[in-house]
């Protein structure tokens, strides 16, 4: 059975799991569906077409599917996604989608939202996901499996953050990032791949070692990076993470790639 505080507010037509807890003094709109043996600790408001997995634990103060943070809203009952075994700490926010982004929100499973991390509108965040204090999105982001994002770093509007990529704190990310990229600085830069978290994928050193050798002939080798792009294309067999961030840069559309600071007048 699912336990309800008396303080809590559950509008008709709200769907709560098995063995769920909704505690003190939530809110839950009526078009929410919560999964089995969530933990809502209490203070916690719930709207919009919210779905939320099973085994999610979410502190107080958070606030899930509120309407999208755009000037274009008007009104629409969009929707947010997130997925199972997520912890979601104290004043977290996401945001539902809107109608001209695809009208929802995904977040993966097995996240966890350190205090007052946002997540905007139409955002599209991996599974095991690590969001430090304070760390933001902008609508229509895109967030790869195994992404970390350093306390206070901000992601701006349509950027893409490829997989198992590592942002420091107090980044202001501007770029794409490629997968398994090493990213730092007030206005973010690249400074190498995330090598500590390539080693707990289980990447061998001669799997290491040749992911470096595509990195550096990428993006320290000579020429303009155009040239450079093109003559790496056939490393692409050589490892599937080449062939990843390979596939990654060919698919950009908004954004300029988030590149070393030595590197930015030779794109």
Do not use: W
């Not at 304070?134 to 509007?157: N, R």
Request: overall charge neutral.
């Amino acid at each position: 059975m699912s336990t309800i505080d008396p303080t809590a507010r559950i509008e008709d037509g709200a769907v709560i799991g098995e063995g769920t807890t909704i505690g003190p003094y939530c809110v839950i709109g009526s078009h929410v569906v919560i999964g089995a043996n969530c933990k809502l600790i209490a203070h916690v408001h719930v709207t919009a077409q919210t779905t939320i997995g099973d085994g999610c634990i979410i502190y107080p103060f958070v606030s899930l599917g509120t309407p999208p943070q755009a000037l274009s809203y008007r009104g629409e009952l969009t929707r947010l996604e997130i997925g199972r075994d997520c912890t979601i700490r104290e004043q977290v926010t996401m945001n539902a989608g809107s109608a001209g982004g695809g009208g929802v929100t995904r977040v993966g499973d097995r996240g966890y939202f350190m205090n007052c991390a946002h997540v905007g509108h139409d955002c599209q965040v991996g599974n095991d996901v690590i969001f430090a204090t304070s760390a933001t999105l902008g609508g229509h982001c895109e967030i790869g499996d195994f992404v970390f994002i350093g306390g206070l770093s901000a992601v701006h509007q349509r950027t893409r953050i490829g997989p198992q990529v590592m942002i420091g704190g107090v980044c202001g990310v501007r770029g794409d990032v490629i997968p398994f990229g090493l990213v730092n600085g007030q206005y973010a830069t690249l400074e190498g791949l995330n090598i500590i978290g390539m080693k707990r994928r289980k990447f061998t050193r001669d799997r290491l070692a040749t992911v470096r050798l595509f990195y550096q002939k990428l993006f320290h080798g000579p020429g303009i990076f155009a040239e450079r792009l093109s003559a790496v294309q056939p490393m692409a067999k050589d490892d599937p993470a080449i062939g990843e961030i390979l596939a990654f840069i060919g698919r950009g559309a908004h954004r300029a790639l988030c590149l070393p600071a030595d590197n930015r007048h030779g794109q």
